[in-house]
Each structure stands twice: as C-alpha cells, then as structure tokens.
C-alpha cells in the first residue's frame, strides 16, 4: 500500500502559506537591532531604560558568573600506566644515602612516583638521613647549571669544561670530594686521569678526622678507621667520642645497645671522660667531666698505669683501670681528639689490652672518614702559588667548612678553571665558574663501600627534579663515555654481582681481602704528656649538634626545628658554659614573661678569628671553664630555612683556647623544654644492674593506697566499668628507656610521617612546637626528697633547689607522644566529641569535628596535644616546606593535613594500622607481629620502641608488657595508657 | 500596707511622694543625656570598638594571636569568661533570693543589678565562642537534630553542661527582668505625648504588653515575680556550680577540687555585689538617684561582700590545708606554686584584693563611705578576676611532667579583648540608663510609706 501519510508543523504549513515559506529563510522570527548596537551614534538608538537595564544585567551577571570558575587543579592521569605503580599502594625501594657527612642504607617508600619517607634497611639511620627526603624536595637546590652564575646549557657547559679541561698540559687539574667510599667513582676517577693529565683526588671531611687516620697509618701502616664491635665490650671507655651522637658516621648504637640489654643480663660498663654533655655521656654509666687540655694527660696517665701495672696517679681514672685490667680483650678506648699523638697513645692502650680483633679490628676497617687536612692545605699553597689549572668540587664545601675558608675563597681566584658539583649555589659553588648541579641521592645512581664486606646501592627513587645530573654522569660526559646506570651495573655484574638482586637487596657482598697491617710498634714515650693547663683560659671543644651535623642539609626546616637532645633548643647554636664559669664570667640565662629562655651575649676570640655576638647558654655538665660551640649554622649561602641561623663556627675548628667578652644586649633562644629536673617525681624510673639482677622489678614501684579491702594499686580503685579491650586488637607501645639513646631520630620519622609542620622560631619561642612525639630530657638535681627531710630543708626551698640540675647530672630521656590512655581525660571533656576511643585501645581525633576548646590539651597529664595556632600549610608567614610546591610533595597523602583550629596528636600511626588490617583482610590472614610498626618503632636503632598487639599472645609487645621492668607513666592517675615504658638500667657495679 | 519599725533607717530619701518616685525615675529617659553621659559612652564605645576589631584579628588569623602555648592553653579567655559569669550572679540573687527573702531595700538595686547580670553574661558568653578554634562551627555544641551523620554533642562534658547552665542562665535573667519591667514601661508610654514622640509611644506601649494596672494585673504581675524567682533562685547556684566543674571535674592539681561549686558561687556572688556597687555609686550621681541608692543600701551590700569574702577566705585556706592533708606531691606542688612559684603576685594580688581588703568593712566608717565603698568595690573586682586567672594559668603552666612546664604571658590581644568587654559591657549599661527605669518605681512605690524618710518621722 503506497505511503500516503503526511507530516506537517501546522496549518499554515499545510495550507501552505506563503509567510511561512518566507519565514523559513530566515533564520531570525524579526529583524535583530544590529544596527542600534553597533552603530556609533547612542542617541539615536532607541534602547529603552528598560531595555539598557537588561543588558547590564545580563553582562554583570555573566561576567560575575565567568569568574566564578573553581581553580583548577591539573591532574594528569597515566596514558601508560607502570606496572608497579598502583596509586594509594607505595612501594618501596632500597637504596643509599650519602650526603658527604652521613651514609646508611635505606628503605625509600614511595606514593604515586614520588618518596616520601626513608625506613632503615638493617642498619642504622638518623635524624639526618631520615630528614633527608625533605632535602630533596629543596626548592634552594640549582635548577640548572650555571656558568658565571647565569644559567646555562648542559651541552654548552660541558663543552667547554672538556674543552678547557684538555688544554691543561703543566698544571694539575684537583678533584676535591668529601671522603668517597664508592668503588665506581673510585674507577671512573681512575679513567678520568687516563684522559686528563694531572688529575690529583683530594678527599676533605668537614669535621676532619685527620688524628685517627693518621695515627692508624703510623701505627698499623693503613690509613683507615678501625671497626668498632661495641656489643662485644664490657667496658667501654670514651674520650670525649660521641659515638652514640655524630662521631665518625653514628652508625654504633644499634650495636652499643645489643651489648646494653638487662634481661640476658649483658650490660657494658661504659664510661664518658667528655667536656661537653653529648649524647654519649648522657647515656654513660659513669661521666667524668674533663678540660680538653686534661685528656691527653690521662690517656697518658691510663697507658702508663695499664703498661706499667701501678695504679694511675689520676684516682678519677683507677675505677677505670681496674675494670679494663679485668676485661682485656673486651674493652673498647675511643677519643675524639685529631691529634695524632693522643690517638697514637689510644691505639696503644687498645694494644696493650688485646682489644684488636676482639672488639675492634684494622684488618676490616671502615672507609667512612678518609679527608686529608694536609692535602687540602697543601692545596690552598698549590692554588695560590698557580700551580692548580682545574678545581673540581664533589659535596664539600670548602669556602664554608674549613677553619681557613677565607684562605681559600681568596686562592680560588686563582685558579683557572673552577667547577662545582654541589646541589646549591652555596658559599664555594657561588664562587666558582662553572656549576654542574649534581642530583639528590634520592635521584641518583651509585654504590658505596663504606667498611669491609659491606656494599650498599644507590638507585633513583624519583626522575630528577631540576634539569640536574648526577655527578657520576657529568664526568662520563667529560669522558665521553655511556650513562652512569650501564657504566654502574656493568662494572657490578663483571665482579660476579647478581645486579638486578643488589639493586632489590640495597646492599651485597662480595668477600673481601682482609687488610694487610703492620703490626703496631712499642709507643714512644715521648707522646705521652702530663702537662695540664691549669690557667682559668677557657678551652673550646667544638661538637656537632644531633640535627644540623656539619650543616650539609641546614637548609632543612625539619633538621632546624629539631629540638637538640641535650639542650632542647632549636634554630640556633651558642656557646655551652657551665653554671659556675657562666656566674664568674657574669654570664646569664633567664626566663621571660611567656617563659622562653633569653641568654647573654659574648664575643668569642681566638687569635685572629673573633665571632661576634654569641648567645651563652648554660649548660649543666660542661666543664668547668670551657665552652662547647657547635658546627654547621651560619650558613649564607644555603636556602631560606639557614641563612643567617646561628654563627658560623668553621673558623675556631683548631681552636684550643677562646677569650670571651661580656656584650651587650640578649639573645632569643627557641627552646621546647624549659624546665629541667624531675622535681622529685618518677617520672623515669631508674635501677642499677645489680639491683635488677637481685629483683627484676626493682626500682619499678607502684603507689598503693588503703582502702577496706586492703591495700590497692590505682588502677584497682575505679569505680567506673572498663572497656572490654579483650577481644580483637589491643595495640600498645613499649618504650625502653635503657635502649631509648635519645638520637631524636624517631621524631624527624613522625615529621615525615604525619605532615607535622615546621613552625619556625618565634613559634617555638611561644611553647607551641608541633612534633607530635617529643624526647624529653631530665637531669638529676642535687635535692631530693630523703635529703630534704634528712637535713630539714623546707619544702619551698626543697622545691628550689629541685630546679637545680647537679654540675655533672645524670640524665635520662624519656619520649612521650600521646599515651592513648583506656580512661582518657582528653575524651570526657571534649563538647563534641571530636576525641574518642577506639576498641583497638586507641585515643582518636577526629579533626573535622574539632572546634577547638583546647578542654582536651588542657586535662592532658602528658601535655602532648597539640593546638593549630594558625593555619601552618599554604601560609606565607610559615614559609616553610608546606608553603612549597616542592616541599609539599613530602606529604604523606595517606594523613590529612591539619587546618587551623583543630588540636592534633599522635594516632599511632593509625594509617599504618589500618593498610595492614586491610592488607591481612584481603590475604585472608591474622595481622603478623612484625609488620604491625608506627614509624617510631621502625625507625629506632636500638629497638627501643616496639609496637604491638597485646592481645597476641606470641607478640614482642605482650612479653614488655608483662615485663617486670614494665610501668605506665604517671600511673597513679589511672588513665590507663597503651603506651608504657620499662625501667632504665644503669650498671653501675 | 507594709509596716516597717521606726528605727530602721529610711531606705527612701527625701520625702518624696508618689509622683517624684516617677519623675525621677523618669528623668533619665525623658531628658538630655549630660556631658558625664556622653564621655563615659564614647569612651566605652572606643574600647568597645577595639575589643571588637581585636576579636575580628582572632578569628581571621587564628588563636595563635594570643598568648596561649601548648601548656597553657587557656588563659585569659576562661578567666574573663568566668569573671564575666561571677559578677552577673549579684543581680539574680538581689531579685530572687531576696525577693524570696522579701528584703525591701533589694528594690532600689534589683533593676540594675539584673541588668548588670543579662550585659555581664552577654560578655561572659562572648568568650567561649571566640576562643574556639573554628568559632564559625560553634553551633555544634548544641544538640542540633543534624544530617551530619550520627553526630552528637558529648553530654559527659562539663563545656557542654555550660552551654545549658549559661543559656538557661540567661533567658530567665532575660525573663525575670523583663516581668518586671513592664509596669515601668507603661509608666513610661503613659507619660509620653503622643503628638510630640508617637514612635516612642509605641515603641514603649509595644514593651509594656498593655499593662493597664489592673488589680488583676498586679495579681498576675505579682505570682510570676515569686515564680519567676523561684526558678531563678536555683539557678543562683548552679551556674556557678557548673561553671566550676570545668575545674573541678579535670584531673589537674589546682583543678581537681571537691570544694569548687561553693567556692566559686561564694566568689561570684562577692564579686557580683563588688561590681554592682561599682556601678551604682557612679550611676546615682550620674542620674540623680542619690535620694533611692542610700548609704543603708550599701552598707547592706557591704555586708554581704564581707560574709562572702571572709567565706572565700576560708575556701582558699581550706584549698592549701587540703592540699597539705592529701599527702599527693602533685596537689602540694600545685598549691605551693601558686603562692611561691613564679605568679605568687597573682595569689599576693588575690589574697589581698579577696580577703585581706574587704576585713576593712568590719570598720563602721568605712562600711558607711560612698568613697571608701567605691574604691574597695573596685579592689575585689580586681581581685576576683585574679583569682580566676591564678586558678587557670598557675595549676596549667606547671602540672604533672615537668618538661611542659613553661610560663603565659598575654598579647596586646588578649587585653584589648578583655578590655574591649569592659567597653561593650559599659556600652550596654549607659544605653539601658538612657532608655530603661533604672529603679523599679513601682515596686519602689510599694515601700515608700513603710520605709520613706518622711514616713520614719
């Protein structure tokens, strides 16, 4: 049937009109009032108010509505999505960290491509190393190479460089690196003097070591440190070495701690003969507080009586000679001193007792410290004396760290050819000619060899940030060789290394030839010296401070802020003095209005150096008339977070006496502890080795109180029903105050972990730091309670005195974060409840709903929450890393970033907690003890914290908490924390 | 009729008769504001608008502009907060506990008082809101019905127990106050030309309810006072109480105190009545109330300022003895420190200004002065707040660990705050002379043949 159905739009089109027929050839009903607009002329126009009126409202609103767009925020997805990286899952890689100053072997976890936080790789870290993941997110760091400090090409650079660099015929062309234990640079240094002509390798350290190196090279015939096995020593005796803190490479406190371990009843004897209180001698047995001039003396004084077998005309020193005439064989003497003679007597003391290859050995030395002050002095003649064509720079930074940096800067102008390789355009950089910036460890390639049979691997973790190249690279470049990866791998796999397992492992070994040593020769007596100076001259001793080090990553907000273990200060160095040479010197400290501490002000003179305007800070266990002064501030040429903190210190290095000159005006120190004794509390419970021995649960006393039923614990006296804490898990924190060394290293972890800002000087100055776990530190007081009322002190003097720490105290350091109490005052108070607790035993916050009372900091015994003052993220008066778009890639997207207003704490680690709940969920599988860690725990070198689930019966955490060295803190109050502490032994037998 | 003895003293002076009660009660809001007025308000307006522009730094930039730390994290904010509270409590307990107690001479004071009460909380009730962190989320604390989620408010918490005790607090002040003004109101309506100010009319005839004076309406008028100030009485007690337990319930040394809810009802009533007294010597120059506001009326209050000041003696005594008697080191420490560690000026200050000072009044003399009144009234304002900042900051800054213990020290901030509620409390008070009957002339007019000077002849 034929289709006779018709469509039609309407009548008009169906009586076909001829309207619409001409209506559909216009696109527009009526004829648009183009010419009113357009037209030049307004008046004649014949817009109405009305209609004018419309179109300003239409315009306004549009434009209105036109700026209104969100910001945009750029994420670009992957078109080719790496196998390995599934987004919200890290990874992590193993790699090596070695910054010219600290090296260790380390795990790098990494979100979405970037990393975020350095874990241990079996060995120990530090503050520094674990700090060091906000170093490379520096936006200081160069971005480019610069030639005359303007920014260049690559190509351009480096044809120049080579270019230059072969028309050297006659002079010499120096490498001038920080101690170099990597054997791929070794030999790539190697080629480069089969190019070149004249290549000489200059090793500098900047705090230099020269002493033991080269009193081992006389004595043994190698040049080289000798390795320390700590836990194998009963006694332990240090001059002055910090070895616990920052000396040599502070990588001993693992082992110092596994021979310092109660419970199998091994506990070295160890003894600190210091002038400064470091961390060393905070944690030592026994302390003996000496002059710098004194420690030769008794070196000498140690070897004649132990050579000899009389007692030793020191009587401070026969308790020491006993013990080490005991333990020959298992003794450890250690000295900081770089001079050669007073190592040359340590050697032969350690000789005498057997001590090599027992408990330290030549034969498997350490390459960590090599520098060569001689050379490099010798070079600074070179230079002047135009004798150098070429100077190559490799993470040093000479015009800043060496004691004669002027003379240096001053003969670096004479030199014809100058190249850096440092990350910044610090002081030597700036002064050079060329700037070939070198990558983060985080972005390189490399390999390192720091003792015997201890290899170590370096892979980037992250493609470079700035238009940077490594070090290794550049010079291949000027070798016209391959890249650094193929160069690296190839000479590993022609040694026999299974690459792709090294570079999983982080680390390999390939057996070692022992070292060939001489053996030592007889001391010559006349190294031995009895002169003391017994003048009121002050001495200097020169430290490094656990956070800034040699100030190689001083430009690091998290290192700046780090409160000093010992003095609890941060964003400055002083001078240390102690209270009865500060009261002679009419030197003060004092507390302001908001409590923060204020010092006097010297100038420091040393023949012809004169440091202007340092603050004193008095400093319990100082030596009488001596100062400590620490290395690493005073940076200028550095970033925004170091320039112009603290003074610079380099220039006294070889100082032995400084005169110190009253001045003027006040200093502003920034400290987080303020109050230093116990005040007579318990606090940190305390035993000796024989007593624990004798009653494991000795000096771990609970209050009792009378009640009808007898005499009853605190936490036997609520009256309010407990929280079932049985059943599923119950997650506890145990801390050992007798491994706890107090290196802070846990706290820069916590930084990293949980985005805790940097809150900078005056912020810290006002009591309001931010880290979420803090180390306090008590030093004991001369009064105590027996005393007081043996001679009928009163009460208010008692309480006085108590302030008072002793001249030589013993110190203690406890962390504390938040103790997640299971009757927590900080919950009941909160209006909102914004703080509450968990069924695994733990305290929440809840920041979206904290409007901020501050009620729950308030009724916190511990004082550990803490309060968003002011917005600390995206601030500019907070211009640190949160206020950077490079710094900001350190934030671990897993914990929010708090907002102002809102109180914050420690959560256990709880995003840890939950990705291992969901991960043994998925496995189908019980959470494993030993994956459950915060990053406390896995951070700690010594162990010292372990975390846990109580309620497994198998976990490490259940045995501590039943340990009879097990208390909680404050436990007369009954909060009833999952966090506890186990008793600090001292052995003092 | 009343009967009053002829030996009491006159609480009216004068010989005044019914209409001068309303003319001179009337003046103030019927005439001119004089000069005295008008230099006292701009200066209060001045401070009231830095106290203002302070609040507004606060709240833009973060609590961090004050001088809190992580140790002391609260200072002046909760000890204005609770010197605020503290001095309303007078008004209430002169309207309600003595009505109850039917004292006549409450009656010239009873008006200003409660409205030194509503303006003194509306002060106190500024402080827990700007000290919140994220103020703009401060309707949180109350048991909104929300789509938030399960979330509640936490009734375990002595901050929440505030918001009711304050809010509760404060409209019946609000109520209790009003009840009473509306017979004062409608005098005033009758009193105003309606050709010459007819808003003014209304606007008075709106707030007078249409009060007639009605037998009925007195009746009525008279059963809601006595309800009124049955329901008021109570609360005389309770604020305060749980105000305390924000202390009281915490586990800090100095905090932690069974003998809080009295001892703090004790200190607000003593300082309630110091700042009454404060106001009303300046008031009944400034308005002529000279003839209502007697000597006799202030020496009563002065009376009672030494029963509660000698009262809060003993609670602050009874604090050290406890202290000493627990045998805990925490709770010795905490009591010693105050009075020897580094605040001991303000214990000195509390001491002297709380009990020591008011010990004056024993002295007839001193008891009988306008000046001596005036300027000790003043020593036991200061002294009160004192007390209220020794209990904060002194038990906070040193508590159980040592290592925290650090010192507070306040921002200009923090005193342009304070003194800007000072400013906008004095704001208040000068506007209410200016547009309320200061005195309760009716209720006043119900005594005047009892206890009128001419009456006592």
Redesign the interface.
């Known amino acids: 049937m034929k289709n006779n159905k018709k469509y039609w739009k309407g009548l008009a089109q169906l009586d076909n009109n001829p309207d619409i027929e001409k209506l559909a050839h216009n696109e527009f009903a009526e004829e648009l009032p183009l010419d009113d607009f357009l037209s030049d002329d307004l008046s004649s126009t014949n817009t109405s108010r009305r209609d004018f009126l419309k179109f300003l409202g239409f315009t306004t609103a549009a434009a209105t509505l036109a700026s209104c767009e969100a910001p945009i925020v750029k994420s670009i997805p992957y078109l080719i999505k790496p196998d390995e990286i599934i987004p919200g899952v890290a990874n992590y890689y193993a790699t090596t960290i070695y910054d010219g100053r600290d090296y260790a072997s380390v795990l790098v976890k990494n979100r979405e491509g970037h990393p975020i936080k350095i874990e241990n790789n079996k060995t120990c870290t530090n503050a520094r190393v674990q700090a060091s993941v906000l170093s490379l997110y520096d936006s200081a760091r160069l971005k480019t190479p610069l030639k005359n400090g303007v920014e260049a090409e690559w190509s351009l650079v480096d044809s120049d460089i080579k270019d230059r660099l072969s028309k050297i015929k006659d002079k010499k062309i120096i490498l001038l690196t920080a101690t170099i234990f990597s054997p791929s640079i070794t030999s790539l240094l190697d080629n480069l003097s089969k190019k070149y002509k004249n290549v000489e390798h200059i090793m500098h350290d900047a705090v230099p070591y020269d002493g033991i190196l080269n009193a081992n090279e006389e004595s043994f015939g190698l040049r080289a440190i000798p390795s320390y096995y700590f836990s194998k020593a009963n006694v332990i005796v240090s001059f002055g070495a910090d070895f616990i803190g920052n000396w040599l490479n502070n990588d001993y406190s693992t082992d110092y701690i596994s021979g310092r371990n109660p419970k199998k009843g091994i506990m070295s004897k160890h003894y600190q003969i210091e002038t400064n209180l470091s961390l060393s001698g905070s944690n030592a047995d026994k302390r003996i507080v000496i002059k710098p001039s004194e420690q030769k003396v008794l070196l000498s004084d140690l070897y004649s009586s132990l050579s000899s077998g009389s007692g030793p005309k020191d009587n401070r020193l026969s308790e020491i000679v006993k013990k080490l005439k005991a333990n020959k064989g298992s003794s450890i003497i250690i000295c900081d001193s770089n001079d050669i003679k007073t190592q040359l007597i340590v050697n032969a003391i350690n000789s005498i007792l057997g001590n090599y290859d027992q408990t330290m050995s030549m034969t498997m030395p350490s390459y960590i410290r090599q520098g060569n002050t001689a050379k490099v002095n010798n070079l600074i003649k070179e230079m002047n004396n135009n004798e150098i064509g070429a100077l190559i720079t490799y993470k040093v930074n000479p015009a800043y760290n060496l004691h004669n940096a002027k003379d240096f800067s001053s003969a670096l102008s004479k030199v014809p050819l100058t190249i850096s390789t440092s990350l910044y355009n610090d002081e030597t950089a700036s002064l050079m000619e060329y700037v070939c910036p070198d990558n983060h460890n985080l972005e390189s390639w490399g390999d390192a060899h720091p003792s015997y049979n201890t290899y170590s691997l370096m892979q980037p973790t992250i493609a470079p940030l700035f238009n940077t190249r490594q070090f290794e690279d550049t010079l291949l470049k000027w070798l016209d060789g391959s890249d650094y990866n193929s160069f690296l791998s190839d000479f590993w796999r022609k040694r026999g290394v299974n690459w792709e397992k090294a570079v999983h492992d982080g680390f390999f070994n390939i057996k070692d030839r022992k070292s060939q040593v001489t053996s030592i020769a007889k001391l010559n007596k006349n190294v031995l010296s009895s002169e003391i100076n017994n003048t009121n001259k002050i001495e200097l001793a020169i430290y490094e401070k656990i956070g800034i080090g040699d100030g190689t990553q001083a430009n690091n907000p998290w290192l700046q802020e780090l409160p000093d273990p010992i003095s609890r200060a941060c964003w400055d160095n002083y001078i240390t003095i102690s209270a009865v040479t500060a009261k002679n010197l009419n030197l003060k400290n004092w ?5 923060a501490l204020n010092g006097s002000l010297v100038n420091v003179t040393s023949d012809d150096v004169i440091i202007k305007n340092v603050p004193v800070m008095i400093q319990p266990g100082q030596a009488n008339n001596t100062v400590g002064l620490s290395l690493g501030y005073g940076r200028m040429k550095s970033g925004k977070a170091a320039n112009g903190i603290g003074l610079n210190a380099f220039p006294l290095l070889n100082s032995k006496f400084v005169v110190l000159e009253n001045i003027e005006g006040e200093h502003e120190f920034a400290s987080t ?9 318990d ?1 940190v419970k305390e035993t000796s080795l024989a007593e624990y021995i004798n009653n494991p649960s000795s000096g771990n006393h609970t209050e009792t109180y009378p009640t009808w039923k007898g005499d009853l614990k605190a936490d036997e006296l609520t009256f309010y029903d407990q929280q079932d804490l049985k059943t599923g898990h119950f997650w506890n924190l145990s801390i050992d105050l007798t491994s706890c060394t107090g290196c802070a290293e846990c706290v820069i972890s916590c930084q990293a972990e949980n985005n805790i800002p940097v809150v900078g000087k005056q ?1 810290i100055r ?4 931010m880290h979420w776990m ?1 180390i ?3 030093y004991s007081s001369d009064m105590t309670q027996e005393l007081a009322s043996k001679n009928d002190v009163s ?2 003097d008692m ?1 006085k005195e108590m302030e008072e720490p002793s001249e030589n105290p013993e110190v203690v350091f ?1 962390p ?1 974060m938040c103790q997640h109490c299971n009757n927590a ?1 900080c919950e ?6 914004a703080t509450t607790h968990s069924n695994e035993g733990l305290n929440q916050m809840t920041y979206n ?7 729950c ?3 916190c ?3 550990v ?7 600390y993220s995206d601030n500019d008066k907070f211009d640190f890393n949160m206020n950077d778009d490079y710094g900001k890639m350190v934030l671990n997207p897993d914990v929010v970033v708090r907002s ?4 914050e704490k420690c959560s256990m680690c709880i995003q840890k907690i939950q990705e291992l709940k969901l991960n043994a969920k998925k496995e189908g599988r019980p959470v494993l003890d030993e994956e459950a860690q915060t990053v406390c725990a896995s951070s700690c070198s010594t162990n010292a914290i372990v975390f846990g689930d109580s309620n497994n019966k198998e976990s490490e955490v259940y045995k501590l908490k039943n340990d009879e060295r097990a208390y909680d803190l ?1 436990d007369h ?1 009954n ?1 009833d924390p999952s966090v506890f502490y186990q008793t600090k032994v001292r052995n003092k037998s | 009729m009343q009967k009053e003895s002829k030996i009491r003293d006159p609480l009216i002076l004068g010989n005044k008769t019914y209409h001068d009660i309303t003319r001179d009660i009337a003046r103030p809001v019927e005439g001119k504001a004089n000069k005295y007025w008008w230099i006292l308000f701009s200066l209060a307006a001045v401070l009231m608008l830095w106290g203002f522009a302070c609040m507004a730094y606060t709240i833009g930039t973060g609590i961090g502009a004050w001088g809190l730390n992580r140790t002391v994290n609260w200072a002046w904010d909760i000890t204005n907060f609770v010197w605020w509270i503290g001095i309303g409590h007078a008004g209430t307990l002169i309207s309600a506990v003595l009505l109850l107690f039917r004292q006549k001479w409450r009656m010239a004071i009873n008006r200003s008082a409660e409205a030194m009460t509503i303006f003194g909380v509306a002060q106190a009730a500024l402080f827990p809101l700007i000290h919140m962190g994220r103020p703009w989320l401060a309707y949180w604390v109350f048991p909104i019905p929300n789509q938030f989620g399960s979330l509640w408010v936490n009734f375990n918490s002595p901050l929440l127990w505030d918001v009711f005790a304050i809010s509760t607090y404060f409209s019946v002040s609000c109520v209790f106050w009003y009840i009473g003004l509306i017979p004062d109101f409608a005098m005033l309506r009758d009193r105003i030309d309606k050709k010459l100010s007819p808003m003014k009319k209304n606007l008075y005839g709106l707030m007078a309810f249409g009060w007639s004076g009605k037998a009925k309406h007195w009746q009525r008028f008279e059963e809601v006072c006595l309800v009124l100030a049955g329901l008021a009485t109570p609360l005389v007690f309770s604020v305060h109480s749980i105000v305390s337990m924000d202390f009281a319930t915490s586990i800090i040394p100095g905090w932690h105190t069974t003998i809080f809810p009295p001892y703090f009802v004790l200190g607000a009533l003593f300082s309630g009545f110091a700042m009454v007294e404060t106001l009303l010597i300046i008031m009944r120059k400034v308005v002529n109330m000279e003839a209502y506001i007697t000597i006799k009326h202030i020496e009563y209050m002065n009376v009672i300022i030494l029963f509660t000041g000698s009262l809060v003696g003993v609670a602050y005594i009874t604090e050290l003895f406890m202290a000493w008697y627990s045998g805990v080191e925490f709770e010795q420490y905490a009591f010693l420190n105050r009075a020897t560690g580094p605040y001991w000026w303000a214990y000195a200050s509390m001491m002297t200004c709380n009990v020591v000072i008011p010990q004056l009044y024993w002295i007839y003399k001193i008891r009988t002065s306008f000046v001596a009144t005036f300027i000790l009234s003043i020593f036991v304002n200061i002294g009160m707040w004192f007390e209220r900042f020794v209990i904060i900051v002194t038990s906070l800054h040193r508590d159980f660990l040592p290592s925290s213990w650090t010192m507070f020290s306040p921002t200009f901030i923090d005193i342009g705050i304070f003194v800007g509620t000072i400013g906008f409390f004095f704001v208040l008070f000068l506007l209410y002379a200016r547009a309320f009957p200061v005195i309760a002339q009716a209720e006043i007019k119900s005594i005047l043949k009892s206890s009128g000077s001419e009456y006592k002849k």
């Not at chain 1, 102002?900 to 109180?903: C, S």
């Open positions: 507390n302001v209005a908001n409590g502890q303020l109050h230093h004794t116990m005040m007579g509390r606090m912020e006002n009591s309001r730091d803090r306090d530190r008590y009460t208010i309480y406890q504390v005052p009941n108070v909160c209006p909102v409840a709903r904290c409007v901020g009372t501050r009620y900091a308030n009724n015994p511990y004082k929450r803490r309060f968003n003052w002011f917005q102002r207003g809102v109180i404050l109050l909060v």
